[in-house]
């Protein structure tokens, strides 16, 4: 299974972002979603999640700027970031799964590519 995140790019504080996560395999609208990040130095964290119903979940950090969104009929996901700050600076990588518990918390096996974001004046 391939994870593909790409968008990511240097921008300004206050900018704006569009992330896009293409997976490979079957069954993509079984699946939960996430976006995750990583700063350096700091542990791997989940930003936002989306359920297979279309609910979804984000971090108290990124509530009202950022938003989550799936499309099954192209197997990818996306991730609108606005307002940005600098300490969104991160890896942006995306996963997916069958269970919530696993998209909460960010247990999986294995880990696509992940795209640069830099917030910076």
């Known amino acids: 299974v391939q994870l593909q995140a790409s968008g990511g790019g240097l921008v300004q504080p206050g900018g704006s972002l569009r992330l896009s996560c293409q997976t490979s395999?079957?069954?993509?609208?079984?699946?939960?979603l996430g976006w995750y990040r990583q700063a350096p130095g700091k542990e791997r964290e989940l930003v936002a999640a989306?359920?297979?119903?279309?609910?979804?979940h984000y971090a108290d950090s990124v509530k009202g700027r950022f938003t989550i969104a799936r499309n099954n009929a192209e197997n990818t996901v996306y991730l609108q970031m606005n307002s940005l700050k600098p300490e969104d600076t991160a890896v942006y990588y995306c996963?997916?799964?069958?269970?919530?518990?696993?998209?909460?918390?960010?247990?999986?096996?294995?880990w696509g590519q992940g795209t640069q974001v830099t917030v910076s004046s």
């Open positions: 395999g079957s069954m993509f609208s079984i699946n939960q």
């Open positions: 989306i359920t297979t119903a279309g609910s979804t």
């Open positions: 996963n997916k799964g069958h269970r919530w518990l696993t998209i909460l918390n960010g247990n999986f096996g294995s």
